[in-house]
T-cell receptor, first 111, second 113 residues
Framework: NAGVTQTPKFQVLKTGQSMTLQCAQD?????MSWYRQDPGMGLRLIHYSVGAGITDQGEVPNGYNVSRSTTEDFPLRLLSAAPSQTSVYFC??????????FGPGTRLTVL | AQTVTQSQPEMSVQEAETVTLSCTYDTSESDYYLFWYKQPPSRQMILVIRQEAYKQQNATENRFSVNFQKAAKSFSLKISDSQLGDAAMYFC??????????WGAGTKLIIKP
């Protein structure tokens, strides 16, 4: 039982490049979400999903896309990276109205 | 709208002593969960303790305990016998009715040796 896994752990992009952050969970959780955390701040919700085929926007969705084709996977796509997207990204999952489990995070730098 | 407020940006405590971190929240719901998460310098988000609102008994996990005052909408975290490894950012969080976590801004805890 690996919990929530994220890849890559570190990434450097140039402005305008696109990439996908991967997230997977093996706990059969319906709810998955992506957060970003900027230095000295708390977590802000980007997108979330309440089950396969269902996604919705969070607090800061602009510049990001998500899809949920399976229960296990919830990738986050940066369409055209900007320096303002430099942050640490966390994927999380939970079953219902209960504890949310976090992945180890992806540290993204956009030059 | 639900909100979570942590009024202490930074707290410090002497090693082996006790410290209390404050958290208040605003909601009109009656059934919900509250959490304290710890984020050490590694940036990993680690669950410290959780409280179910319908339970009157305060949750306890080893040296960590909460003082849950439902009527006052207060959810403070007490850390007893503070250790150097407790140094971290601590975030209070509330689960809303649409299953999204509402986060406080965090409290930085410094442990003095």
């Amino acid at each position: 039982n690996a919990g929530v896994t994220q890849t890559p752990k570190f990434q450097v992009l140039k402005t305008g490049q696109s990439m996908t952050l991967q997230c997977a969970q093996d706990m059969n959780h319906e709810y998955m979400s992506w957060y970003r955390q900027d230095p000295g701040m708390g977590l802000r919700l980007i997108h979330y999903s309440v089950g396969a085929g269902i996604t919705d926007q969070g607090e800061v969705p602009n510049g990001y896309n998500v899809s949920r084709s399976t229960t296990e996977d919830f990738p986050l796509r940066l369409l055209s990276a900007a320096p303002s997207q430099t942050s640490v990204y966390f994927c999380a999952s939970k079953g219902g109205k209960d504890t949310q489990y976090f992945g180890p995070g992806t540290r993204l730098t956009v030059l | 709208a639900q909100t979570v407020t942590q009024s202490q940006p930074e707290m410090s405590v002497q090693e082996a002593e006790t410290v209390t971190l404050s958290c208040t929240y605003d909601t009109s719901e009656s059934d919900y969960y509250l959490f304290w998460y710890k984020q050490p310098p590694s940036r990993q988000m680690i669950l410290v303790i959780r409280q179910e609102a319908y339970k009157q008994q305060n949750a306890t996990e080893n040296r960590f305990s909460v003082n849950f005052q439902k009527a006052a909408k207060s959810f403070s975290l007490k850390i007893s016998d503070s250790q150097l490894g407790d140094a971290a950012m601590y975030f209070c969080a509330y689960i809303s009715s649409n299953y999204q976590l509402i986060w406080g801004a965090g409290t930085k805890l410094i442990i003095k040796p």
